[in-house]
């Protein structure tokens, strides 16, 4: 299962907007894609609920996985980024 590890960019972290942009994209997608902090367990990436619960703030790692390498490099992309700009 493709894995990428990738810093949070939003400056407040994975919170209500930037969670919600990430599970719209996921939603999109053909592929399921998990979110998880390292070591924890995955959550739906089309879930902004579910990735607002990992608590993961600007300049954390998490984990970004998927059966689908191309789903899990958007989802990836969108998490750098700071999505509240």
């Given at each position: ?15 209500a ?38 608590g ?22 969108l ?7």
């Amino acid at each position: 299962m493709p894995t990428k590890s990738v810093v949070v960019g939003s400056s407040s972290g994975l919170h209500a907007r930037p969670a919600s942009l990430i599970a719209e994209a996921a939603d999109e997608l053909d592929s399921d894609v998990t979110i998880a902090v390292p070591g924890g367990e995955g959550v739906d990436a089309a879930s902004a609920l579910m990735i607002m619960t990992l608590g993961a703030g600007a300049g954390d790692t998490v984990e970004v996985s998927g059966d689908d390498q191309a789903d899990v490099d958007r989802i990836a992309e969108l998490v750098t980024q700071d999505l509240d700009a």
